[in-house]
């Protein structure tokens, strides 16, 4: 599975929890929140003013280093 901008922080972090530590290096505290539940990731990044291509570069790399 690959991480796309336009999933929902909630269901990544639901399937992924090895991406919580990414998440929070980048600044996106309110993963816990309710709105992380249906807000995309690609949302979040632009309430936060996070470059959301280089958080997904991110993202997959945890994915990819997981498998490994």
């Given at each position: 599975m690959?991480?796309?901008?336009?999933m929902a922080l909630g269901e990544v972090i639901g399937k992924h929890p090895e991406?919580?530590?990414?998440?929070?290096?980048?600044?996106?505290h309110?993963?816990?929140?309710?709105m992380a539940a249906m807000e995309s990731i690609d949302d979040g990044a632009k309430a936060h003013g996070?470059?959301?291509e280089d958080l997904i570069k991110?993202?997959?790399k945890a994915l990819k280093n997981k498998k490994n």
């Open positions: 690959k991480i796309t901008k336009d991406t919580i530590e990414i998440f929070l290096k980048y600044g996106l309110c993963i816990g929140c309710g996070i470059n959301v991110d993202l997959n």
